[in-house]
């Protein structure tokens, strides 16, 4: 039975990721700090071939026994949460990765970095591929996110070419699904909740901004497939459909049935126009390509929050 550790295991990606290697035979340590992940996500995973530590990576990590594959994507995730813990972000990208490489390194496992599209900002490139170099503001507020990344994909790179450790790099485009977090503070959280309150479903700016959405159950196999292939190089993992956040919240509306009123809220420092993947890698290299359709994905997701609303 391969053994995985997953850090971030109890976050919204991380908990699903843990779910799918448990169903595919994995035995699976997760390891999360709880800062932004919650218990619930994974309690119905608990059991023999599961198992939940405690822990902040951006310290040392001690595991016992065998390791053949590290998921590593432990870190807040959603603006409201880095602006929020900004050292903690930036430690978790740095500190943290660097601890888990070495964890890595020592057990011969192979490593998979949990990145993300913030790694190419502001984008002057539409769509992004992944030999774009990006369009990052270092020192503003979403800098301490971007930048943590951006330094991660780089120690990544360090340690493969340096040590010989085998690692890949995913570039997590925007996902959703259950588990999200009520108050994630990201567009289909705030949008759902906002519509099945009946309260104004706000968008920043004039919601002309893109953006481009992967359902959950996708973005895992897009994952799984990478850290299985013998790709070194980052690839873009997400859904290449665009839709405007205007588009996206009148669709939240409606599938809710909802009378919300979309009204407007200035936008955020640096936030990105548009959004959208080149995933010419990923349909060439894993063979993968997203098949849940906003039409399908979203009605599950509303079913979560209106269960989670309701509790």
């Known amino acids: 039975m391969p053994r995985a550790l997953v850090t971030g295991a109890a976050g919204f990606i991380g908990s699903h990721l843990s779910e ?7 035995s699976v340590v997760g390891m999360d700090n709880l800062v932004t992940g919650s218990l619930a996500n994974v309690e119905h995973l608990a059991g023999r071939d599961f198992a939940l530590v405690k822990h902040d ?8 026994g065998p ?7 432990a870190s807040p995730a959603s603006p409201i949460d880095y602006l929020k813990l900004p050292i903690q972000t930036l430690k978790v990208g740095s ?23 913030e790694v190419y900002g502001d984008p002057l490139v539409h769509p992004q591929r992944e030999d774009y170099w990006g369009n990052v503001n270092p020192i503003g507020p979403r800098g301490v996110y971007d930048e943590a990344k951006r330094f991660a994909e780089a120690i990544t790179m360090a340690y493969r070419r340096a040590h010989g450790v085998e690692t890949r790099i995913v570039r997590i485009f925007n996902t959703y699904g259950p588990r999200m977090r009520i108050e994630d503070g990201r567009a289909i959280p705030a949008f759902v909740s ?23 159950s996708d973005l895992v196999d897009g994952i799984f497939r990478l850290m299985l ?33 979309i009204v407007e809220r200035p936008l955020p420092v640096d936030d990105p126009r548009r959004r959208r993947p080149d995933i010419t890698r990923a349909r060439t290299l894993l063979g993968w390509e997203p098949r849940v359709s906003l ?7 509303i079913d979560y929050f209106r269960s989670r609303l309701s509790a």
């Not at 799918?20 to 994995?26: N, P, V």
């Not at 990576?57 to 016992?64: A, G, M, P, Q």
């Not at 039409?295 to 997701?301: F, I, V």
């Open 20 to 26: 799918y290697l448990r169903a595919r035979g994995f």
């Open 57 to 64: 990576v951006s310290k040392h990590i001690s595991l016992e």
């Open 67 to 73: 390791l053949d594959y590290l998921f590593h994507f």
């Open 95 to 117: 500190l943290g990765t660097h601890n888990c490489l070495g964890l890595a390194m020592a057990k011969k496992a192979r490593f998979l970095l949990a990145s993300t599209s």
């Open 194 to 216: 906002q519509a099945l309150r009946g309260e104004d479903v706000t968008v920043f700016g004039d919601g002309s901004q893109t953006r481009s959405l992967c359902y959950v």
């Open 229 to 261: 292939s013998d790709e070194r190089d980052p690839v873009n993992v997400g859904n290449p459909a665009e839709l405007s956040m205007r588009q996206l919240a009148g669709t939240i509306v409606r599938l809710t049935g909802s009378c919300s009123r």
């Open 295 to 301: 039409e399908e994905g979203l009605p599950r997701t």
